[in-house]
């Protein structure tokens, strides 16, 4: 099993236990800096996206969407050229108009090694084995599971009156504001190895990602949010570069009250945001959530709103104690 490596006992070591929750992009980015300071990592990834690739194979094979899990096992490879070929396979599509046209390499594999294997967590432990991942990759459920938005603006003759919304891929592309989104089912289990990972944990990370898409949604599965919260392990914070996208015109105080508002239970330990995006008012947020904030430079030099994981990697290390 290709799981985060836990120390023998008696074993004395200075690197941390971190599970780093989230999915698509945000989590890579999160994992890419990780993988820099521990070797105990786990990412714990949502199964809620049901566009494109990941879409049309949860539709046919009544499957976890496996594309933000491809993802977080791309991210962990390790940075030699057979690490870097292998993530760059598992990320590369099919082209043309066929059946196999848009499908993504990597999703193929593990949705081939779940059919195989009939256990959605043993196909990402075979799937980590092979390309020698540095870390575990876990659903955050067992079940696919539908992301539900309520939304003020969608229509604009009616720009008061609140909607539903339902699909990650519509609540990510709509351009009505977003109030608040549930999980269905309400009720979903938690994947038992996610839960224990996070209960063996010395920090549990949540974001960088998209806040309402990728990052909430660990919030509101019952088991999985019991856990976060009461798990002993310091809680941090990566927040976004910016407010595009779900949050378009959201200020970096509104991402935490978000947080807050999702999760009342949840107290952090340390918010970490780039010296771009952290306003007057951020701190005093942190704080009521008992958290430090940390404002460091750690944006791409291109001037995309990108999380460089080197300059990433050396605050987590930071804030880690590493």
């Known amino acids: 099993m290709n799981a985060a490596r836990r120390p023998a006992r008696g074993e004395r070591t200075s690197r941390p236990a971190v599970t780093a929750l989230g999915g698509g992009h945000g989590l890579s980015a999160s994992l890419s800096a990780l993988r820099r300071v521990t070797d ?27 594309g933000d899990l491809r ?5 962990l490879c390790e940075d030699d050229h057979a690490g ?17 046209g848009g499908h993504a390499v990597g999703n193929l ?6 059919q195989h294997l009939d256990d959605p967590v043993a196909g990402l432990d075979q799937v980590g084995e092979l390309l020698r991942t540095r870390g575990r990759v876990l659903p955050m ?34 351009r009505a504001e977003v109030q608040k989104i549930r999980l269905e089912p309400e009720d979903a289990s938690a994947c038992p190895d996610a839960l224990e990972a996070i209960a063996d944990s010395d920090f549990v990370v949540l974001g960088p990602g998209s806040w309402f898409t990728s990052v909430l949604p660990h919030l509101l599965v019952p088991e999985l949010a019991d856990a976060i919260v009461d798990s002993p392990a310091r809680k941090v914070v990566a927040l976004n570069m910016s407010s595009a996208g779900e949050t378009d015109g959201f200020t970096p105080s509104r991402h935490i009250e978000l947080l807050a508002e999702h999760a009342p239970r949840l107290r952090l330990d340390t918010v970490i945001a780039d010296q771009s995006f952290a306003d007057e008012h951020l701190d005093s947020y942190v704080r009521s959530l008992g958290a430090e904030l940390v404002v460091a430079d750690v944006a791409m030099r291109d001037g995309s709103a990108r999380h460089d994981p080197l300059r990433l990697a050396s605050v987590f290390a930071d804030v880690m104690g590493c």
């Open 109 to 114: 594999l593990i949705a081939g090694l779940w």
């Open 40 to 66: 105990r990592l786990t990412a714990i990834v949502t199964v809620a996206d049901d566009g494109g690739s990941s879409g049309r194979l949860r539709s046919e094979f009544d499957c976890l969407p496996p």
């Open 71 to 75: 993802m977080a096992l791309a991210a």
């Open 141 to 174: 459920s067992l079940t696919p599971l539908t992301i539900a938005a309520e939304v003020i603006g969608l229509d604009p003759l009616r720009p008061d009156e609140v909607c539903t919304l339902s699909g990650q891929a519509t609540v990510a592309k709509t």
């Open 84 to 100: 870097r070929q292998w993530a760059d396979v598992l990320q590369s599509r099919f082209t043309g108009s066929g059946p196999l």
